[in-house]
């Protein structure tokens, strides 16, 4: 839920202001019901700002709750020096807001404001409009919804779950850099955390969770090898392996290296990294936490960004494969698919019923179950953060989840990994240009169009925005 403060500006001139308070209150009062509307929490200024001394104190106050965006409100003409004072005295993302009455000039103190505002360099977005216009609306939800986002990585931990995953360079980014562009800690965590907290797990339990996985999924294809009944409470016990480590160093999201040490000798974590990315596990209900595999730190970045924008679980796949006949791409990647798009539920039964549990493929020599689904049709917004000579991007397109019918999907399936979790995308962007631009082999979605906020994103974090699909 996203943290909005107001402070809204009126005329230095007593005499003035006393005219104007009424209508001041009132635009103060819509804007606020409508962040109230989309589901955020407003903190409001106890008085408008009227003098120096209190944009000081009002500023003060309202940046002492922490928003993540600030709206200064202006109604009437309200004298730029009170926005400078304000906004020196708030932190966070900056939005300067006018509604446009032809009576009152707040138009004017907009741009006044806004033009004092730049040229000391505090960065700040403009909107303008009745807020009841459902355009209008929709933009200061999109603009809340990314400063949520963008604020929320201030203070967080990511938890780096082993080294580098076979050489990619695309999945390893700086810590240094990550607390001085985004206020993210990295903790180093040994993957013999992994293997050493699941011999702790008491095999009631993991049975529990083998025996939840039998009964709800469609089918646990064991075939006495590569997966067994032992093998997968083998993977049950890393996923509460990850679940303790998590919960211990207070972590908000997180990456598993995996291969090859534990593809080779332990066990695949397909199962910990999918169900830490669902709503649900073998306990019931529960917060999503963003989980990627090969511990592809921009991918897990992108993926909580997304995230905290839409609520609901990410996709993390592969670009696996470009059917050209179909004009179709197969994302999949190993078991990573939250089981969620298989039918996009928040219940376990609805999904898990879609869901295969099948042996790994041959190069993972340790064995376990891969995740197999094929994801929910519906529109998708597909992402990627990235880096180009060393400056952060955000690579986005619009596109389609498809599916279609059994024979079809199951040949299609078949070309490749059959026992990975597939999603079926048609992509706005042309084959042609996302194969020549895109900047890494992972790639990360979420239901419904998000490109208005993840641009707004980008802006707030002064990350490079590209489209792929204009």
Not at 12 to 37: M, N
Not at 183 to 212: F, K, N, T
Not at 327 to 343: M, R, V
């Amino acid at each position: 839920m996203a943290r909005v403060g107001i402070l809204s500006f009126s005329d230095g001139r007593d005499f003035v202001h006393q005219g104007l308070a009424s209508f001041v209150a009132g635009v103060e009062d819509r804007i606020a019901a409508a962040c109230e509307r989309f589901g955020a929490l407003v903190v409001r200024g106890t008085e408008p700002i009227t003098s120096n001394e209190v944009a000081v104190r009002e500023g003060r106050r309202v940046a002492e709750e922490r928003p993540d965006l600030t709206i200064f409100n202006y109604p009437v003409w309200a004298f730029p020096h009170f926005s400078v004072h304000a906004a020196r005295a708030t932190t966070g993302p900056l939005l300067l807001f006018s509604n446009i009455d032809p009576t009152y000039p707040g138009m004017v103190s907009l741009l006044a404001a806004g033009g004092s505002l730049d040229q000391i360099g505090r960065r700040h977005e403009r909107l303008w409009g009745e807020v009841e216009d459902p355009a209008v609306a929709q933009r200061l939800r999109q603009i809340a919804a990314a400063a949520h986002a963008a604020r929320s990585l201030e203070g967080s931990t990511f938890a780096r779950v082993g080294g580098r995953s076979m050489g990619m360079y695309t999945a390893v980014g700086r810590t240094d850099e990550w607390m001085r562009r985004f206020g993210i800690d990295v903790e180093e965590v040994d993957q013999l955390e992994v293997v050493r907290r699941s011999e702790r797990v008491p095999a009631g339990q993991a049975a529990a969770g083998r025996q939840w996985l039998e009964k709800y999924t469609a089918g646990v294809h064991y075939d006495g090898k590569v997966l067994t009944p032992e093998i997968l409470e083998r993977q049950v016990r890393s996923y509460y392996a990850m679940k303790e480590i998590i919960e211990e160093n207070h972590i908000d999201f997180c990456g598993i290296k995996g291969q090859p040490e534990l593809t080779n000798h332990f066990v695949t974590t397909d199962i910990a990294e999918a169900f830490l990315n669902d709503p649900y596990d073998f306990d019931g209900p529960k917060q999503p936490v963003i989980c990627a595999t090969e511990n592809d730190m921009d991918g897990a970045l992108t993926m909580q960004l997304m995230h905290k924008v839409t609520g609901t679980p990410v996709l993390f796949a592969d670009v696996r494969h470009y059917f050209a006949k179909e004009g179709i791409w197969d994302l999949e990647n190993s078991g990573q698919h939250a089981t969620w798009f298989a039918a996009r539920s928040n219940d376990a039964a609805e999904n898990l019923a879609k869901v295969d549990l099948y042996p790994e493929e041959w190069y993972f020599p340790a064995g376990g179950a891969a995740v197999h689904h094929l994801a929910a049709p519906g529109e998708v917004t597909l992402a990627r953060l990235s880096r180009i000579d060393a400056r952060y991007r955000l690579q986005v397109t619009k596109g389609r989840f498809e599916a279609y019918d059994d024979e079809s999907n199951e040949a299609l399936m078949r070309q490749s990994n059959y026992a990975w979790p597939h999603a079926f995308t048609r992509m706005s962007a042309p084959v042609a240009v996302f194969l020549s631009r895109f900047g890494a082999n992972h790639i990360h979605a979420v239901p419904g169009d998000i490109t208005g906020e993840l641009q707004m994103i980008s802006r707030l974090l002064d990350i490079d925005f590209e489209r792929l699909d204009v």
